[in-house]
């Protein structure tokens, strides 16, 4: 398996643009799980899917943040219009949905800077 | 409540030497504990887990961690510390929500010293 693939690897932009994160979770895993990463805060959770349903979303920072899984294989974070603040590494993550099989495997991570 | 308390935010040791990581965590049930490793410019690494079953859990790479419930306490230790151990720790303790989810320590940064 390939793992969680993130793109893009790396992006940079300017302030007020649109930033679209995307991800494609391991097959087969019904969660999914945005986080953000930074000196600040540490790691965050920002929203997670199940079955393609968002569950949980109270980690999101506000309106500017959507999330959105249009089917198993792919999810998207979009920040519109993107600031400064928001620059950070945000990591997707997958796990199965099986009790006892909690372990969240995790992508290599998109890093976001925005000037 | 779940929460992971990550006792050191930087551990440095000599390669070699033994490497201990404390973690204490508080959670109201028998909890799911996770350590993780991230590399410089990398995602997380999944090295070991605790899911109630043997307290001495053994993980990748030569790292353990002893489960201890008097104690609240879920350290990782390795035996001899070796150059390529030289990242950012993690330990993880699993919620009871729908989605388990994970709430993180603050990290511990291992410098290994030649």
């Known amino acids: 398996d390939a793992g969680v693939i993130q793109s893009p690897r790396h992006e940079v932009t300017e302030m007020g643009q649109e930033v679209t994160l995307r991800c494609k979770p391991i097959?087969?895993?019904?969660?999914l799980f945005w986080y953000r990463q930074t000196m600040m805060r540490g790691l965050e959770l920002l929203i997670y899917f199940n079955n393609n349903v968002p569950i949980d979303d109270s980690g999101m920072p506000e309106d500017r943040f959507s999330a959105k899984m249009p089917n198993a294989s792919f999810s998207t974070l979009k920040i519109q219009p993107s600031e400064p603040r928001d620059s950070a590494v945000y990591f997707c993550?997958?796990?199965?949905?099986?009790?006892?099989?909690?372990?969240?495997?995790f992508g290599p991570g998109t890093r976001l800077l925005v000037l | 409540a779940q929460s992971v308390t990550q006792l050191d935010s930087h551990v440095s040791v000599s390669e070699g030497t033994p490497v201990l990581l404390r973690c204490n965590y508080s959670?109201?049930?028998?909890?799911?504990l996770f350590w993780y490793v991230q590399h410089p410019n990398k995602g997380l690494q999944l090295l070991l887990k605790?899911?109630?079953?043997?307290?001495l859990v053994k993980g990748i790479n030569g790292f353990e961690a002893e489960f201890k419930k008097s104690e609240t306490s879920f350290h990782l230790t390795k035996p001899s510390a070796h150059m390529s151990d030289a990242a950012e720790y993690f330990c993880v303790v699993s919620g009871m929500n729908t989605g388990n989810q994970f709430y993180f320590g603050t990290g511990t940064s291992l410098t290994v010293i030649p």
């Open positions: 993550a997958s796990r199965q949905g099986l009790a006892g099989q909690e372990t969240q495997y």
């Open positions: 097959s087969g895993h019904d969660y």
């Open positions: 605790y899911t109630s079953a043997a307290t």
């Open positions: 959670s109201s049930y028998s909890p799911s």
